[in-house]
């Protein structure tokens, strides 16, 4: 698990050494800004010429089949990565879970708690050579007992909902501006996957709050997120506001033979003599056709069947 830093910029080293720079996370500045990314190890690249921007207080989900190269993404923009080529900026403070939930079986949730205080004990001289004030183990002790967690309990004794719940207070006791979660919802059952989800959006409800999760279940994300990432083959396909993106497609049902002309096909599947395709704008005009607006997951599985296809803005508040 890692805990809350600065907002970062990291720059791959050709020509000059990466640079870490702080950021704000508000009045329009994106909470996470890629730009040309690319990661690569040994001889294989996980991510390349990535290029996506998440705006200060989404909540965006992140989607794409394995080894599309989410959680290198994820590692690059909390800084446990170095790119090869290009940037990735993080504004404001950041906090990251990963998929395993790192936590100490042998601690009880109390020790939990004071051993994250002890990992952001930094020294601040705005806050006269002491501890900068971003650890609020208040909150985070109150947020476990409204969800029934003793302090007292051993992590081993947890379920997997109850640790999962556990490394997200963790994250969110730093008050970070960007939180982090690979697969937060990974191995837990349908209820303790919906209470992780609630909870999280509680917070974003109550503070300025901007998070990107990774989930391989498009219906976990549906009734939460507002921003999609779609990641195939290492490279952002989609990046966008999930109304916005939805309104702007259609899925079209008719006859083989009907007429596609004047439409951006995504992707196209036939059965038997029926045809059906997922574009963007408008309807072509053959009278044929039957259109209707499309379901996340059939946006996001278009997309998927079309690694070439994309659908990007381009980037914004980013310094060449």
Known sequence: MRFGRGGREVASGRGRRGVVSSGGGRGGTPALEATGLGVRYRHTWALRDCSLSV???????????????????????????????????AAGEVAFVAQDKPLYEGFTVAEMLTFGRRMNHRVDHRWGGRMNGRWDGSAAAARLARLGIPL?????????????????????????????????????????????????????ADRELTVLLSSHVVSDLEETCDWLVVLNGGRSQVSGDIEELLDGHLVLTGPDGASAAGAQVVSASRTGRQVSMLVRGACPPDPRWQARRPGLEELVMGYLRSPEAAALPAPTGVDA
């Open 55 to 89: 705006p200060a207080g989404r909540v965006a989900a992140l989607v794409g089949p394995n080894g599309a190269g989410k959680t290198t993404l994820m590692h690059a923009a909390v800084g446990l990565l170095r790119p090869a080529r290009g940037s990735v900026r």
């Open 152 to 204: 007292e309990r051993k992590v081993s004794a947890l379920s997997g909902g109850q640790q999962a719940q556990v490394a997200v207070t963790l994250a969110l006791a730093v008050r970070p501006d960007l939180l982090v979660l690979d697969e937060p919802l990974a191995n837990l059952d349908p209820l303790a996957r919906h209470d992780v989800m609630r909870s999280i959006m509680a917070e974003v």
